[in-house]
């Protein structure tokens, strides 16, 4: 990966247009993904916006 394609990997945004809350972040050596966990109320994050879990991995190089 060049300099240029690592410039500001991080932070990585996610969500939607009301509330998320993380509550559990995890990073597995085995697999080398960040897994992250939490609670939406963002209808255009989950499927309604009522309060539904979400979940989504990423790796050290940004990929979903």
Same mark, same amino acid.
């Given at each position: 990966?060049?300099?240029?394609?690592?410039?500001?990997?991080?932070?990585?945004?996610?969500?939607?247009? +009301? @509330?998320?809350?993380?509550?559990?972040?995890?990073?597995?050596?085995?697999?080398?993904?960040?897994?992250?966990? !939490? #609670?939406?109320? +963002? @209808?255009?994050?989950?499927?309604?916006?009522?309060?539904?879990?979400?979940?989504?991995?990423?790796?050290?190089? !940004? #990929?979903?």
């Amino acid at each position: 990966m060049t300099d240029q394609c690592s410039y500001k990997l991080l932070p990585i945004y996610a969500g939607g247009s +009301s @509330d998320e809350r993380v509550n559990c972040i995890k990073y597995d050596p085995l697999s080398g993904l960040i897994i992250v966990g !939490g #609670n939406t109320t +963002s @209808d255009n994050f989950a499927p309604a916006a009522n309060d539904h879990a979400f979940i989504f991995a990423v790796d050290l190089a !940004g #990929n979903w």
